[in-house]
């Protein structure tokens, strides 16, 4: 009966349009209230008196941190949850359920490796990645915490993917909610009425995430889940080969977002201080609101193209493709237009220090113009990735980071000063949207080629 609720959701049959639209809006719900985590931590505790400003750079400081972290939950997720998808679509429910239960064994097996890796080195990595002697303390409160729910973090992110792919992003928004709402209430709790401070926001975080994954985990061991997580199959098992390729394009574009905010981070304190440390906080703190919808177009339309194609029906795969390419240009459009017109109301939401308001103020507008035409690339990942073609993914994942931005945030403060650091960003979007466009068309037509 699992099986066949599976096929119900309706990737195969409804209309592409309303069906996008539809699995959309609770994958966007889930984003948002996933992304709310690190934005609600930032403004309760810029908002600490007397010490906000240094106690937010100090958990700016860790966000690379938390990036990799991650990271290493989409390598998995974002690997397996697609395969998942396209053996459902095929029929082959025993390989789905196969995928899962090593994805499973694989996140527990990170998680603990990252935590006692990265407790042992916490202090000289955050001196590494733009800590200074007035922000060190509150980084280093707030990552020890933190690090303690890595295994909550990974399962959370990793396997609500694959509650996703079944077509269930109803049950997969709510899996995020039920953190995001205890992270709601404990976060001031904590932070004010317990006077933790940021020890206190990452307290609320791990009790967040561990709610989650009971959630999650329930759900996928029940009937309720076509395909189930059953205890035979959390293992290792090669199976996770094809995942990891799959996975690795979402992995490196995380990964070297870390890597790209350590650059920002140690650049701005060298050029600027922290109050640009602050400002950069902010700046993308309030870009993941942008991620928010379009990171939910993707997990709402990547499950369809995956189904159908999967199954060959190239005309509903076409349709899936063409509304990721709208729903993202669109969304981001929009709202980065909306940051570029008030950035000075959005930064006082997070401090109330007028200079870092100042800076965010002029260099926003800066920071964004260049994502309109990302939403190219943004569009061309989700493509990619729901038909399983790895190598494309990972080539515009290191073309965008590792090729233009790393370098151009690099060289540019040489001659433009601090100021260098905030263009880098939109001419690396512009011309990495562009080249991923173009990857599309030829790589599109190939497939179609071939199934001829």
């Known amino acids: 009966m699992a099986h066949t609720d599976a096929l119900d959701s309706g990737l195969g049959v409804t209309p592409v349009p309303r069906l ?7 994958a966007i719900v889930a984003q948002a209230a996933n992304a709310s985590y690190t934005i609600i931590d930032r403004m ?3 908002h600490i008196p007397e010490v906000g400003n240094a106690a937010m750079t100090g958990v700016g400081i860790c966000f690379p ?14 690997g397996g949850a697609p395969r998942a998808s396209i053996e459902l679509g095929r029929g082959n429910f025993k390989k789905a359920e196969r995928i899962l239960g090593t994805s499973t064994a694989f996140l527990v097996v990170i998680a603990l490796t990252l935590t006692a890796v990265l407790q042992s080195v916490k202090r000289p990595i955050l001196y590494a990645f733009g800590a200074s002697d007035a922000t ?15 295994v909550f973090v990974q399962l959370t992110l990793g396997l609500n993917s694959f509650i996703s792919a079944q077509g269930k992003t109803t049950v997969a928004m709510v899996s995020v909610l039920i953190g995001t709402g205890a992270s709601m209430v404990l976060d001031p709790v904590f932070i004010f009425v317990f006077g933790w401070g940021v020890r206190g926001a990452a307290a609320a975080n791990v009790i967040a995430q561990l709610i989650s994954t009971v959630w999650i985990v329930l759900f996928l061991s029940s009937g309720r889940s076509a395909i189930r997580l059953r205890p035979a199959n959390i293992r290792i098992d090669r199976i996770i080969i094809p995942v990891l390729t799959l996975g690795l394009a979402p992995f490196i574009m995380q990964i070297t977002e870390c890597l790209i905010n350590v650059v920002f981070n140690v650049g701005l304190q060298r050029y600027g201080g922290d109050d640009y440390v602050t400002s950069i ?3 993308t703190s309030l870009i993941q609101v942008v991620g928010v919808l379009t990171g939910g177009f993707q997990q709402g339309i990547q499950p369809i193209i995956g189904f159908n194609f999967g199954a060959r029906n190239m005309r509903r795969v076409r349709q899936a493709i063409r509304m990721a390419f709208v729903t993202q240009i669109a969304s981001a459009t929009a709202l980065v237009s909306v940051l570029a017109a008030f950035p000075g109301f959005f930064a006082s939401w997070f401090t109330t220090e007028q200079t870092v308001i100042d800076i965010v103020t002029r260099m926003m507008p800066i920071f964004v113009c260049g994502w309109g035409v990302f939403g190219i690339q943004l569009g061309a990942q989700c493509a990619f990735v729901g038909m399983g073609q790895a190598g494309q993914s ?10 233009l ?3 151009l945030a690099l060289l540019l403060p040489h001659w433009l000063g601090v100021d260098g650091i905030f263009i ?8 990495s949207g562009m080249v991923a466009g173009l990857l599309f068309l030829i790589t599109y037509r190939r497939i179609r080629r071939n199934l001829v």
Do not use: C, H, N
């Open 405 to 407: 931005l790393v370098p």
């Open 20 to 26: 996008a639209l539809t699995m959309s809006f609770p």
């Open 44 to 46: 309760f505790i810029g």
């Open 65 to 78: 941190i938390l990036l990799a972290v991650t990271a290493f939950a989409s390598l998995i997720g974002a």
């Open 281 to 283: 906080t902010i700046i």
């Open 136 to 150: 060190i303390a509150y980084a280093t409160d707030f990552i020890t915490i933190y690090l303690i729910g890595t």
């Open 424 to 431: 880098a960003e939109p001419i690396s979007d512009a011309t």
């Open 394 to 403: 990972v080539f515009l994942a290191v073309f965008r980071k590792v090729i």
